[in-house]
């Protein structure tokens, strides 16, 4: 990658006319008069501030190399090179951070790698200028290059509820990060395990640190639940993924009532949400009277043909033995039980 500080904004903590900021970042290094050229003046003590020489890059970048070529590579004797100096960067030219640093330098040229830093402001901090005569600084050119990023995308993503797999819409794909899944109302949490294509990115599942190989287990309230599944590379921003897991609502039965007439009628076994099958034997019915309870008061309700609310009583004709179906679908997610009720 090239140098991502050729021809752009320069300023400096202060310049000696006509060596500008600019002549320092113009991609020439072996004009001596191509150069910036700083004279900072000692305070009362005998100190010398620092000075400083900043490039706006014009965005954000990850950078981890940076170049001083000094007035040695001009033909100047190494005595006016910079002897301790900082690498810094800054996002909004307020806050500042050191990236790295030189001291005792004698070379002609710094040309270092390190850790990568996102920056858009990129300064050299000068704290003692050259070796000849400290209060001044001077740089022939000064060049930075963007570090190359590390993936941040995931390589795999799966999601388990109750043990069992539970399928995406649309199937996973590294470069797509929306997905929709829907789950019965039995599934209480999910479990999600998500692989980094780089094995070094950090994951978080809903904020949660997740190591890589591991999961994370997320609960789910009925109706809609946002997972999000967050991939910061190495170097490189941090890409979201996101899986709206829907939960259907209550598909069961809370109870139900058997009465002829306004005489109550048993069956059996004893109910139980679980349970689908019951009977009831009794003699001389022509009809029953069925009431059925649901978990959601919402869910919809049909017996024997016949669609009712929760507690509202459905009368049927009834003759010999006769299976009265009674199915309850879900408010959300449109999940449907069915149970047999056969009157004898």
């Given at each position: 990658m090239g140098?991502?500080?050729?021809?752009?904004?320069?300023?400096?903590?202060?310049?000696?006319?006509?060596f500008t900021p600019a002549k320092a970042v113009d991609g020439s290094a072996t004009d001596p008069r191509n150069r910036w050229l700083c004279s900072t003046a000692p305070t009362p003590s005998g100190s010398v501030p620092p000075s400083w020489l900043c490039v706006d890059l014009g965005a954000?970048?990850?950078?981890?190399?940076?170049?001083?070529?000094?007035?040695?590579?001009t033909g100047w004797s190494p005595s006016f090179n910079m002897v301790d100096y900082k690498f810094q960067g800054s996002l909004d030219d307020l806050t500042w951070f050191d990236i790295d640093s030189v001291t005792n330098n004698s070379?002609?040229?710094?040309?270092?790698?390190?850790?990568a830093r996102?920056?858009?402001?990129v300064r050299v901090y000068v704290t003692k200028g050259l070796l000849t005569n400290t209060p001044f600084s001077s740089i022939a050119e000064f060049e930075v290059y963007e570090a190359p990023p590390t993936p941040n995308t995931l390589s795999a993503l799966t999601i388990t509820g109750n043990g069992a797999a539970v399928s995406t819409t649309p199937a996973f794909a590294s470069t797509t990060t929306s997905y929709t899944a829907s789950v019965t109302y039995d599934v209480a949490s999910v479990v999600v395990s998500p692989t980094a294509t780089d094995q070094n990115a950090v994951m978080k599942v809903n904020g949660n640190p997740v190591p890589r190989g591991g999961n994370a287990t997320v609960p789910l309230n009925v109706g809609s639940n946002a997972v999000t599944v967050v991939v910061t590379?190495?170097?490189?921003d941090p890409q979201t993924y996101t899986i709206?897991?829907?939960?259907?609502?209550?598909?069961?039965?809370?109870?139900f009532t058997l009465k002829s007439g306004r005489n109550p009628v048993n069956y059996t076994p004893t109910f139980d949400k679980n349970t689908t099958q019951y009977t009831s034997t009794s003699s001389g019915l022509t009809s029953i009277t069925i009431t059925p309870t649901t978990e959601d008061p919402a869910a919809?309700?049909?017996?024997?043909?016949?669609?009712?609310?929760?507690?509202?009583?459905?009368?049927?004709?009834v003759?010999?033995?006769?299976?009265?179906p009674i199915t309850v679908t879900s408010n959300i997610g449109s999940v449907t039980k069915k149970y047999d009720l056969t009157v004898n």
């Open positions: 140098n991502i500080a050729l021809n752009k904004t320069a300023t400096a903590s202060g310049y000696v006319a006509p954000n970048y990850w950078v981890n190399r940076w170049v001083v070529k000094q007035m040695g590579l070379a002609n040229q710094t040309d270092r790698t390190c850790p996102k920056a858009r402001y590379p190495t170097i490189g709206t897991v829907t939960r259907a609502s209550s598909q069961y039965l809370s109870g919809v309700i049909n017996v024997g043909g016949t669609t009712v609310s929760s507690g509202q009583p459905v009368t049927l004709t003759s010999g033995s006769t299976v009265i």
